[in-house]
């Protein structure tokens, strides 16, 4: 629970069980503090003509509160019906975990591995990895490698090993419009002032056209399409939009024309609405002219779309669309890069074959529609790959209470992951 | 102070005030209990030949705070500058006295009056005048009257008589629209779910055209022009956009195309977002897709447009332009007819003569762009015409710290409505 500072001693003990595993699989471990929670560093370099493969995850988790709605105790693992009920079962400790006892078995059994290893554990995960890429830099020679994996995500179906192709990345605004001095009375000079509220309400009417396409001006300049065969493999999954749509409750889908539910949230930017605020907004009517206006916007970004450009774009389309009467500022909160994979290469190639092999299925391509900077951060410092590879399924509860991570995957997961590094060190 | 039940007594000693005013004056009075703030009921029936005349005026004030902003204290009238400075100095307090006083001075130097009086004066305007149309209805009989005069408003500019020709009625509005059941988050699923704040936003620019007229369909159906030479009048008077705006403090002003600034305000309808909320509203970024976003929307309405009619449309128009994906409820929380003096007649002949004698002057005709329920109130169960004639000054700081009455107005005043009971009398 690495957002809540009265546990910061339970957060350090579970660094030190992380570097005490390392340790008990045959790794050199310790850990390293940094202005935050502390971050766990594996090593074993017993094969200098084969390449590094360096394994990210995290041994923080999200606070398990409410405790009253978990069916067994949070951090006491528990087996029901094949899932490994815990806090952080599959975000991320068991994931992390999988990986460490698949280097032990190598280790255990043959005395080496068939790869370079680094495990870098980290303790801010959940709460914005705040020091990591830093740590990244500051390390970059001890931390060189070759490959970079993680698997702190979900498999698109049981039974289906999945890789991630890719992340959104983000440029999050907030846009005020302020208009009178002070709140009006909206009898008084209702008519002649422009209303701020409905000012920012019909900038953001501009956002998109009637199809879903977002009509800020050189938006979509930057997207560089899905390669044909991601795509077609993504519309070859057997996704059930009835069932999306039931989860979500609401009555009806919508998104942009032209694109399955799949591409729309993996390979097409968004421009939302994360907040709004203006006037009164308590029980009843009150009949003012507020003074001001606020909406939050984020977009989520594909490749190869850049935050900065995102942000002029944005800044230049409000300007040109904010009407006379009001001042409309937009300020950029914070912005992220989208990453995609790019598929190819012996890690790839590795990945597939173990998955492929430890499953008895060839694994799928997926997408994701949210943003993990970090990703970026590994593969732009250590100008490494990144495979993202995950063993969570859908409904795993990550983040919230019954947290679970099925049995069955762990299981496989380690053998897959254990031949991974085997395919990789044979490449 | 009629919004503090610490200050009931306080509101109590004032009724007692009036009455005893009244019964000073010349007239039998009474204090009647409602089931709010009582009613001061004064009376004078001693000219069975004559008409009646209802002042109608009120007692109450709005909250004295933040009393360190008064330069003087709010409780003891002070005269500075030719300023009369107290709470209720001009709301309405000052402008019902000078009518007791007027009917006073009638009664000291002639000992009669030349029409029948009934002064009206309530504890609840500032809070909604609650029983007020109730006790109309039930003392129908004994409120029987000719005329209802009403000084409780502002004059256009100093030493210029003002007769009010128009108040605006409402129909406010909340419209909530749903999305998904619960607040998702904008990474996982946008792009594929409708977003409810951006819903809302693209239904509310629908509301206008680019030319600011109201782009509800039969939104204007009803709207009857103001007579040409009341329109005239408006155009002619001494309206000075620039102070206005200064005094807005907006960088520009605004609204519908091919109206001044004044008929905006007074002649012509609204559409106004009093209220906007949705999502994340702190600081800083969340990346939330809201479940739920909600807007206050209030229409100011001129004669003959009838809020239920108002209601009607609306809905239709929402239900016409909402997007499919999200569900869109509207509730009318609150409705009120505009009203319209006709501005012909005895009592207005009266008043134009009355007022052009006390301030050598003809009174001109202005609008009000609020709305005071109790005015149709009036006319509808009286079934009576009503004047609205006031003394307060623009930036007289009604409802704020140092609230003033301009000494001379209310001399002035006395005297135009002494003569305005003449002129009535002799009608």
């Known amino acids: 629970m690495s957002a809540r500072s009265e546990h910061d001693a339970d957060t350090r003990r579970a660094a030190e069980w992380v570097r005490d595993s390392l340790t008990t699989a045959g790794l050199t471990a310790e850990i390293i503090d940094t202005a935050g929670h502390p971050i766990v560093l594996g090593e074993w370099h017993g094969a200098p003509a084969r390449p590094t493969i360096l394994i990210y995850g995290h041994y923080d988790v999200q606070p ?15 087996i029901r019906d094949g899932r490994i009920y815990a806090r952080g079962s599959v975000d991320d400790k068991g994931q ?9 078995a190598h280790l255990k059994v043959r005395g080496t591995l068939p790869v370079n290893v680094i495990v870098l554990a980290e303790g801010e995960e959940e709460v914005g990895s705040e020091h990591l890429e830093q740590f990244i830099r500051d390390h970059a020679d001890r931390l060189k490698c070759d490959a970079v994996v993680i698997s702190d995500s979900a498999m698109f179906a049981p039974g289906q090993p999945s890789i991630l192709s890719s992340l959104r ?8 419009v302020q208009g009178p001095a002070t709140d009006l009375h909206s009898g008084s000079y209702g008519g002649a002032v422009v209303n701020p509220a409905m000012a920012l309400a019909r900038i953001l009417a501009t956002f998109h056209d009637d199809e879903g396409r977002i009509a800020i001006p050189g938006f979509y300049d930057q997207v560089r399409p899905f390669p044909d065969a991601v795509r077609a493999g993504m519309r070859a999954l057997p996704f059930d939009e009835s069932h999306f749509r039931d989860e979500v409750g609401a009555p009806a889908l919508g998104g942009e024309a032209g694109h399955t539910v799949l591409e729309r949230l993996w390979t097409r930017p968004t421009c939302e609405v994360n907040g709004l605020l203006s006037g009164y907004t308590g029980e009843g009517a009150k009949t003012v002219l507020p003074a ?31 009407p006379s009467g009001v001042t409309v500022t937009v300020n950029h909160l ?6 995609r994979a790019d ?45 993202l590879v995950g063993f969570g399924l859908p409904g795993e509860n990550a983040h919230a209470p019954n947290e679970w991570l099925s049995a069955e995957n762990f299981e496989t997961g ?11 060190g044979r490449a």
Chains 1, 2 share one sequence.
Request: glycine share 8%; hydrophobic share 45%.
């Open 292 to 322: 001001k206006a606020m909406a939050k916007v984020s977009c989520r970004l594909v490749p190869d779309q850049d935050p900065q450009e995102i942000e002029r774009l944005m800044k230049a389309h409000v300007a040109r669309v904010a």
């Open 64 to 78: 398990a509160e409410p405790l009253e709605l978990w069916d067994s105790p949070a951090f006491e693992p528990t």
């Open 334 to 339: 914070h912005g992220g890069r989208p990453w």
């Open 343 to 387: 598929l190819e290469g012996p890690l790839f190639d590795a990945a597939r074959r173990a998955l492929a092999e430890a499953f008895g299925r060839e694994p799928v391509i997926v997408g994701e529609g949210g943003s993990i900077p970090v990703v970026g951060d590994f593969q732009n410092v250590l100008g490494a790959p990144v495979l």
């Open 169 to 176: 990345g983000m440029a999050y605004f907030q846009i005020d």
């Open 96 to 104: 992390l975990f999988l990986h460490v006892k698949a280097l032990e």
């Open 414 to 424: 380690m053998r897959a992951m254990a031949r991974l590094y085997d395919e990789y």
